[in-house]
């Protein structure tokens, strides 16, 4: 039966399944919002519980302070989901949000709490394989926005939108600060295992880059692969991709014996 509790600005687009058996944490990209996991609920078993997570500064968060360190976010989120680990779960990050879920798993092992049956990384390298990325949060504002157009990620049309960038850059450069300023719990081992998703396109993050998550898990480690840019979970691979992480998650969804 799912737990009756007050709604959380922390989840949005969240539908409770009465079937389910297992909660998936969804954490966003850099610039990203919640929205982008809203159809995925309709896409897996209905034993699985699809969580959008919304960091603030966004959406319907968008008068709360966006947060700018990794530390303070996963601080954060410990506090506000802990309330909803009532249940088997596991976290899926995308980018900025595979930091944030990794992070934020250490942080529940270490204080003996409780800990997912999966952590499902994408679209960002390895805590080891960071060194080189450019620190982009603290640009002027037209080398800022040039970042964001060679990214891919942030429309043409919003870009060119001065007053929507005029309302988006506070959380856009705070998003980019988390990841710029992120110094990595390097080699720290998840208690669980770990499954990465990669754009086969992405010049960002590269299937190796994918592969090197294999050292941070000794409870087994799967990639898998995608057509697409760093964005590919919002392209024509957005189906295969759900589709993956419902195949992934399918031995966490058995009854219990």
Known sequence: MTSQRPKSPWLAYHKPQPAARLRLFCLHYAGGAASVYRGWQALVPPEV????????????????????RVPALVEALETHLTPWLDR?????????????????????????????????VSGRRAPHRLDDEEVIYDLPDDEFKQELRELNGTPEAVLEHPELMELLLPVLRADFAVCDTYEPSLNA??????????????EKVSSEDM???DRY??????????????????????????????RDLAVYLEPAS
């Open 49 to 68: 519980e699809i969580c959008p997570v919304q960091l603030p500064g966004r959406e319907s968060r968008l008068r709360d302070e966006p947060i700018t």
């Open 88 to 120: 088997p779960f596991a976290f899926f990050g995308h980018s900025m949000g595979a930091i944030l879920s990794y992070e934020l798993v250490l942080r529940m092992a270490s204080k003996g709490g409780p800990t997912p049956r999966a952590l499902l």
């Open 189 to 202: 081992q998840v208690p669980c295992p770990i499954f990465a998703y990669c754009g086969l396109g992405d």
């Open 211 to 213: 592969r090197a998550w």
């Open 217 to 246: 898990t000794a409870s087994g480690f799967k990639i898998r692969l995608f057509d697409g840019d760093h964005f590919f979970l919002q392209g024509a691979a957005f189906q295969d991709l759900v589709a993956a992480v419902s």
